[in-house]
Every structure is written in structure tokens, then in C-alpha cells.
């Protein structure tokens, strides 16, 4: 079998070097989302203080903080080479589902 067409093998073994690399970058992901995850539990933690001490709902969706947090993080994803759409996407849907987690409490606090 020609390399070119299956991807390489590791010499003669049977194993796709391919597959070795894209187990690697999958692992390599997979401990990034771990990071990722206690981030956002954190994240969450002071979102639920912040929300707290909102009187309202208008307080709590707070679209002028949203904007602000949106154009910092558009900036931070410039400065660190990641693109910017996606940082901002990203952030839009995780912002949004935290305003609906502070708006379920202040709401059962009401």
C-alpha cells in the first residue's frame, strides 16, 4: 500500500500515524476542555454572587456590561491570536446562559 494514500504508517506496524497524531491533539483538547470547564464553574460562582446582589431584571441581563465583556474579550482573543468572531460568539452563548441561570434564582428569590 502506498503512504500517500493511507495517511503513513509508523513502519510497517499497521499503525496510521495519522490516527496517532489526531489521537494526540484530541487528548490534548480533551485536558484544554478540563481547564476550560473548572474556568467556567469558577466564572459561574461569582456571576451567581454577582446576580445576588442585582434588585432587578433589567440589572440582571445588564446589556451595556454584556457589550463591555464582549469587546474586552474580542480584544484579549486579538492579542492572543485566536480569532476574534469565534471568542465573541463563544462568549455571547455562555453569557446568555448564565443571565438565564441568575434570572431562574432571582426569580425564586422574588
Known sequence: M???TTGGTDGGTG???TADAL???RGAI???DRRIVALVAER???VE???ALKRDERG???PDRVEQVVATVRSLAAEADGSPDVVERTYRAMIAAFVDLELDA?????
Open 44 to 46: 459561574q460562582g461569582w
Open 49 to 51: 454572587r454577582a446576580g
Open 2 to 4: 502506498d503512504t500517500a
Open 30 to 32: 480533551d485536558a484544554i
Open 23 to 25: 489521537g494526540e491533539v
Open 15 to 17: 499503525r496510521d500515524a
Open 106 to 110: 432571582h426569580r425564586r428569590r422574588a
Open 60 to 62: 440582571v441581563r445588564a
